[in-house]
């Protein structure tokens, strides 16, 4: 059965640093989300991504943040500098598309990211 | 905007016995209803979900969910619950229509199955 894949499993990373996150999404699937859960708390969206553009964005996804679509399998998440508060799993999923009724997202295992 | 709540942070419970696990929300708009697991150390995975019809849904391992409107609730039950469904289950809100495409979670409820 296709899954949604991550990489790296775990991100140590010092404060200020740029991350890179990155997911392979389903391939048949048209549209692409990331969401972070800080230790503890509740799994918390950031964007949505649909046609190369950000279809939807949070209040959590501010200018630090931004999503790539850099070839027909990878979608990625860059955090430009990064703070202690970005520690959290980050998980990427996607959705095949509304036609059909199809509204289910798929989740990826998630990435650690620890700002040191 | 919309929120969902689920109430219950832990729920401990003996090997078969039945289980619910509490789920409400709120919105002004149609939603469409999701229960996610999420096992030690793993992702998310789709548990049910409620678009329309049947307002009872069931899942392949015996879970099932009853959506109710005029109690904005979705809560998630199990006749008999065994070890292997200790997780953290996660309640979800899409708001339907089209437009905002973001799931909204609750907090998760941790299930403790003691043998």
């Known amino acids: 059965e296709p899954e949604v894949t991550q990489t790296p499993s775990h991100q140590v990373t010092q404060m200020g640093q740029e991350v890179i996150l990155r997911c392979v999404p389903i391939s048949n699937h048209l549209y692409f989300y990331w969401y972070r859960q800080i230790l503890g708390q509740k799994v918390e969206f950031l964007v949505s991504?649909?046609?190369?553009?950000?279809?939807?964005k949070s209040e959590i996804f501010d200018d630090q943040f931004s999503v790539e679509r850099p070839d027909g399998s990878n979608f990625t998440l860059k955090i430009r500098s990064t703070k202690l508060e970005d520690s959290a799993m980050y998980f990427c999923?996607?959705?095949?598309?509304?036609?059909?009724?199809?509204?289910?997202?798929?989740f990826g295992p998630g990435t650690r990211l620890t700002v040191t | 905007a919309q929120s969902v709540t689920q109430l219950d942070s832990q729920v401990p419970v003996f090997e078969e016995a039945p289980v619910e696990l509490r789920c409400n929300y709120s919105s002004s708009v149609s939603v469409y209803l999701f229960w996610y697991v999420q096992y030690p150390n793993q992702g998310l995975q789709l548990l049910l979900k409620?678009?329309?019809?049947?307002?009872l849904v069931e899942s392949i391992n015996g879970f099932e969910a009853e959506f109710n409107k005029s109690q904005t609730s979705f809560h998630l039950r199990k006749p008999s619950v065994h070890i292997s469904d200790t997780a953290e289950y996660f309640c979800a809100v899409l708001v339907s229509g089209g437009g905002a495409d973001g799931l909204t979670f609750g907090k998760g409820t941790h299930l403790i199955i003691q043998p």
């Open positions: 409620y678009l329309s019809g049947s307002t």
């Open positions: 991504f649909y046609n190369n553009e950000i279809s939807e």
């Open positions: 999923a996607s959705r095949k598309g509304r036609s059909g009724g199809s509204y289910e997202q798929y």
